[in-house]
């Protein structure tokens, strides 16, 4: 009786790496090759997984994750105000915690012994998913073929060739990656940063130029930090964040052309897309300067940062997490109401907000009859508020 063969679970995503890479591991450890496509946004489950079984696959799974992705990684991005080096939206960094989670889930599910990848060796994608299994299981291996073979992208077109694998012809130039919250392009031309990006960088959002000279007007309901509604119309995160994503691509809102650290020590240049995700930041911003005090919100930027950081440098599923998130959640609690937000020639102006439990009180801040600020108190609070001030002038002069 033949020894039932050892299993891995490969993260597939159709493309020219992953697809060499069934082979590749399959003669390399004469294991069975799972393949796992997830979708988490834009992506052609059954052609994709058609592909993995013709490249070789004992198995093709799939994995619709797109509303887990909303709701455990993006919103909870959104509320925290997460935006890397104050550009980057994390579209990428925060699908790959997803990815080694459902790598997990098969693997253990198959009994595989490891899970495979095929991020490089010069990224911060090889980091997040290498630290994402390590948290989750730290007892199940994790290869990364394309790290670890050498080959350049003609010697795997070769490899292909020899095995008649049958590989998309129709690749973009650039290396990208796509999920609800965003697109990534990098490589080809867009690695010297001198040059203005090709237009055929691009692909969800029209260059100012071709956009509508009349803006659009958007309301944005958001509850506890979660955009419910937009223009009085109840809808699901994965709808909401498609349907931002087409108007504000629309009227090109949402490119990012960003010179970024990279974990691994690297300085790289990488166009993004992501104008569901800028228009929601501005938004949620915005509620944000109704409903929070200012020591909140000014602690809150700090915290946006470090949550940035976390995400970009694959500490998803760690303790540091959990703890941000808790402190998060709580700023979230009265950050509820609706913005108004245009959208105009490639811009994303906040121009309204308005919040049940506002801070912001008209008849404290008016200048009008109304006025209930007491005036005559202004000027106790300054007499003691300017003491030291005095006392240091008087007694150090100079
Ligand atoms: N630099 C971005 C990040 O680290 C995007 C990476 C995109 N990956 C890709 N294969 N194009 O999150």
Not at 109 to 128: F, L, M, P, S
Not at 152 to 166: F, K, T, V
Not at 339 to 366: D, E, I, N
């Amino acid at each position: 009786m033949a020894m039932a063969k050892e299993k891995i679970v490969l993260a597939y995503s159709g493309g020219l790496d992953t697809s060499v890479a069934v082979p590749w591991l399959m003669e390399e450890y004469g294991a069975d090759i799972i393949t796992l496509t997830i979708d988490l946004g834009m992506v052609d489950l059954p052609a994709i997984r058609e592909r993995a079984l013709q490249v070789g696959a004992a198995k093709a799974l799939t994995v619709d994750g797109r509303e887990t992705l909303v709701n455990e990684f993006l919103f909870p991005s959104l509320q925290a105000g997460a935006i890397y080096e104050e550009q980057y939206p994390l579209a990428t960094a925060l699908g790959r915690p997803l990815i080694a989670r459902y790598l997990v889930e098969a693997a253990r599910a198959e009994g595989a012994y490891a899970v495979a990848h095929g991020c490089t060796g010069k990224g911060n994608d090889q980091v997040r998913i290498d630290v994402g299994v390590a948290a989750l299981a730290p007892d199940l291996k994790v290869i990364a073929p394309i790290r670890d073979w050498g080959m350049s992208r003609d010697d795997e077109i070769e490899y292909a060739q020899a095995r008649n694998l049958p590989i998309n012809a129709s690749q973009s130039r650039f290396s990208v990656d796509e999920n609800l919250w965003g697109r990534s392009a990098e490589a080809g031309e867009l690695e010297d940063p001198w040059r203005e990006p090709p237009e055929d960088a691009y692909s969800w959002t029209r260059p100012v130029g071709e956009t509508p000279d009349t803006p659009a007007y958007l309301e944005i309901h958001f509850e506890q930090g979660i955009p419910t509604a937009v223009d009085g119309e109840s809808m699901a995160g994965t709808d909401l964040i498609r349907h931002l994503n087409a108007l504000a691509g629309e009227h090109g809102v949402g490119r990012v052309d960003h010179l970024e650290n990279r974990l691994v020590g690297i300085k790289s240049r990488e166009v993004y897309e992501t104008p569901a995700a800028v228009t929601l930041h501005a938004a949620h911003k915005a509620l944000e300067t109704l409903t929070l005090s200012k020591e909140q919100a000014r602690t809150k930027v700090r915290i946006a940062q470090e949550y940035a950081d976390m995400v970009y440098n694959g500490l998803w599923f760690t303790h540091h997490r959990n703890d941000l998130d808790a402190y998060i959640r709580s700023t979230q609690r009265y950050v509820t109401g609706d913005v108004r937000v245009k959208l105009h020639q490639g811009t994303c102006t906040v121009v309204g907000r308005r919040a049940p439990q506002a801070l912001y009180q008209h008849q404290l801040a008016t200048y009008d009859r109304e006025d209930q600020f007491d005036h005559a108190a202004a000027a106790g609070f300054i007499n003691i508020y300017g003491l030291p001030v005095r006392t240091q002038n008087q007694t150090q002069p100079e």
